[in-house]
T-cell receptor
Framework: SQTIHQWPATLVQPVGSPLSLECTVEGTSNPNLYWYRQAAGRGLQLLFY??????ISSEVPQNLSASRPQDRQFILSSKKLLLSDSGFYLC?????????????????FGEGSRLTVL | LAKTTQPISMDSYEGQEVNITCSHNNIATNDYITWYQQFPSQGPRFIIQGYKTKVTNEVASLFIPADRKSSTLSLPRVSLSDTAVYYCLVGDIWSGGYNKLIFGAGTRLAVHP
């Protein structure tokens, strides 16, 4: 079966410090990968998506970046955090059109990483 | 991508049927309609997906009229554990070999005893 894991689960960082959130997927190959952010009481904002190793598309310009060094690994980073970066970060994966466990474009989400920037 | 509009919040009581309607007036021919459920501090969870007419699974039904400009998620006999935020998403799930489903603010459902 397929699983997705994110870490750390919670993080408290000072303004100006770096950030690294990691996400890994197991049990599938060549997944589409996504990073979302959710501010308190708000909907999900798509930050980045990736269709393959080294292929990253950004939806919102900001001080965050993403990388996909391996097929099933997705990393969200920042060199200098801002107060506005606080939020609940969610990694997700979906199968590509070529096939996989799901017959739809269903997104499978990780447990989330709650970031507080002070 | 088609924009969706759904109520910000709804209230219900245990045992009642809840219907949440989503408007998507500019839905495209290749777009599917997908609903997700999210509990606090968790990632959203897929509930149901459809293209047209009616779809039913073990947890919900999805009604889609012929013009596909709206859809209604129906939750039969809700319980307190159905208190959550429900998102309606519309998109071409196979566009370009990948999908980018956009989450709006969702509908916050509160089920009362």
């Amino acid at each position: 079966s397929q699983t997705i894991h994110q870490w750390p689960a919670t993080l408290v960082q000072p303004v100006g410090s770096p950030l690294s959130l990691e996400c890994t997927v197991e049990g599938t190959s060549n997944p589409n990968l996504y990073w979302y952010r959710q501010a308190a009481g708000r909907g999900l904002q798509l930050l980045f998506y990736s269709v393959g190793i080294g292929q990253i598309s950004s939806e919102v310009p900001q001080n965050l970046s993403a990388s996909r060094p391996q097929d099933r690994q997705f990393i969200l980073s920042s060199k200098k955090l801002l107060l506005s970066d606080s939020g609940f970060y969610l990694c997700a994966w979906s199968v590509t059109a070529a096939g996989g466990p799901a017959l739809t474009g269903e997104l499978f989400f990780g447990e989330g990483s709650r970031l507080t920037v002070l | 991508l088609a924009k969706t509009t759904q109520p910000i919040s709804m209230d219900s009581y245990e045992g009642q049927e809840v219907n949440i309607t989503c408007s998507h007036n500019n839905i495209a021919t290749n777009d599917y309609i997908t609903w997700y459920q999210q509990f606090p501090s968790q990632g959203p969870r897929f509930i149901i997906q459809g293209y047209k007419t009616k779809v039913t699974n073990e947890v919900a039904s999805l009604f889609i009229p012929a013009d596909r400009k709206s859809s209604t998620l129906s939750l039969p006999r809700v319980s307190l554990s159905d208190t959550a935020v429900y998102y309606c998403l519309v998109g071409d799930i196979w566009s370009g070999g990948y999908n980018k489903l956009i989450f709006g603010a969702g509908t916050r459902l509160a089920v009362h005893p």
